[in-house]
């Protein structure tokens, strides 16, 4: 997000919309009090910056749109943003307007029986509908609009928008003399991905005491701040070893200390969560130097939505469940590839969040899906973990689930104790380090955290319980 982009009356505004609640300041527009229309997100095609993309954007109305009543799409045009120019009023076959599932006609000219014209402004980045005499659409209607290929009522679209040529977040606004407002996000993304940073500061406190003589051992301390999920159970990890845990607030925030860290030193910091529905999220890592006699702070640490399926493999025209948590009242934005469709939904007040993904119109094959987290302040979590799906055509039999090989008997699993000798040592951690990597691994004991993968997670606890 660029600097300076979000005024505080921004903040308010995205705020209010995420809560689905009421502005009261008089707009000027045909009702006194502007109602904030509900359900508004905004579907793009293809995520990725500089390419064309189709928009599937929806929303549910408040108040009325009469008689010559405009609706206005806004397309942020801040810097590098949305191109419009491919855009004109004359192919309206490019555009779709349906209400309550029943499709307008839209013209360049009103006459009889018709019911919307639609205007472009490419400087402003803005699409106008106005309503045509005699055609009132109700209060409380689901509105969805179609822009680009996609569109298909009375012929099919053939132009796009241009995304944006930098990979960030952008506004969507719904405005219009009929009385509503709204506003949604949808972010692209650059080839090489976003990065996120973190703030690094020092705070002095008192010196030791004096005391006999000898070395000095000088430590200093660490400070994690950020946000999560609501209890997340937060670990953090010093070279691959767990060093400290702690749970989140109920609203997701957390701040964790840990103390007495040997100083003049350089260290690889990590930090993940667990959700309350055990799912973990991507291990964020640091390369810090602990200062002697200082406390090295680390703010602004925005942990990545946790991710899961319903269902690895589905068959086309059925639903999937993608689903997981994220920091409360958040703005998520989900992703489905090799399409690059990105979908835009909110987590609710306990930080739980949805997506039912329609595979009706996709091929069979193999896809993959990860999220993000865009905050109301704009700022971004890296991607969450990706998870691969297949859809498959409704005539194939769906694959089998995995059988342990009939030479691998199921045995009882004794932590990180995996060769059950009552200590945890280099035994163990040879035959750890055997399966490393490995999927499912044919010893299952291995993979101690049961996530389907031997991977640091499992380093980490084993290096917890180290008994040697």
């Not at 089998?400 to 691998?408: D, N, Q």
């Amino acid at each position: 997000m660029n600097d300076g982009k979000i005024t505080k009356t921004f903040f308010i505004f995205l705020m209010l919309t995420l809560l689905g609640q009421s502005l009261v300041p008089f707009f000027g527009n045909k009702n006194a009090v502007a109602a904030i229309v509900s359900n508004i997100s905004d579907t793009i095609s293809d995520s990725r910056s500089s390419q064309f993309a189709n928009h599937l954007i929806s929303f549910r109305t408040v108040s009325s749109i009469d008689s010559g009543d405009t609706v206005i799409i806004k397309f942020d045009d801040t810097g590098n943003a949305f191109n419009l120019s491919s855009l004109s009023p004359v192919n309206i076959s490019d555009y779709d307007f349906s209400v309550d599932g029943v499709d307008y006609d839209i013209v360049t000219v009103c006459a009889d029986n018709n019911d919307l014209t639609i205007s472009i402004d490419n400087i402003e980045d803005e699409i106008t509908f106005t309503a045509c005499a005699g055609n009132t659409i109700t209060g409380g209607s689901d509105i969805r609009i179609e822009i680009g290929t996609n569109a298909s009522f009375g012929g099919s679209g053939v132009n796009q928008i241009r995304n944006p040529s930098i990979g960030t977040s952008y506004f969507i606004d719904i405005d219009g003399t009929f009385g509503d407002t709204g506003r949604t996000v949808v972010v692209t993304t650059p080839s090489a991905g976003t990065s996120v940073s973190a703030t690094v500061g020092g705070a002095i406190p008192s010196p030791p005491g004096g005391g006999g003589g000898g070395a000095i051992t000088q430590t200093g301390n660490l400070k994690m701040i950020g946000k999560a999920y609501p209890v997340a159970f937060m670990t953090i990890l010093k070279n691959g070893q767990v060093v400290g845990t702690q749970t989140a607030d109920l609203n997701g925030n957390f701040e964790i200390t840990i103390k007495s860290i040997l100083a003049n030193r350089i260290y690889d910091f990590g930090i993940f969560a667990q959700d309350n529905l055990g799912l973990l999220s991507p291990t964020l890592t640091y390369n810090l130097s602990i200062n002697p006699n200082q406390i090295t702070e680390v703010s602004n640490i925005y942990i990545s939505p946790t991710i899961a399926l319903s269902e690895k493999t589905i068959s086309q025209g059925d639903s999937l469940r993608i689903y997981g948590s994220s920091y409360p009242n958040s703005l998520i934005v989900n992703f489905i590839s090799p399409s690059f469709k990105a979908t835009s939904l909110n987590s609710d007040d306990t930080g739980h969040w949805t997506y039912f993904f329609d595979s009706a119109d996709y091929a069979a094959g193999e896809y993959f899906t990860k999220a993000k987290t865009i905050f109301m302040g704009g700022e971004q979590s890296e991607y969450s973990e990706e998870l691969r799906f297949r859809i498959i055509k409704k005539s194939e039999p769906p694959i089998p689930p995995e059988l342990p090989k009939p030479s691998e008997p199921q045995r009882k699993c004794n932590g990180a104790n995996l060769n059950d000798d009552s200590k945890i040592d280099i035994l163990d951690f040879s035959i750890l380090l055997h399966y490393w990597k490995s999927k499912n691994p044919s010893n299952r004991c291995a993979d101690i955290n049961q996530n389907g993968i031997v991977d640091i997670y499992d380093f980490s606890i084993m290096m917890y319980y180290w008994t040697e």
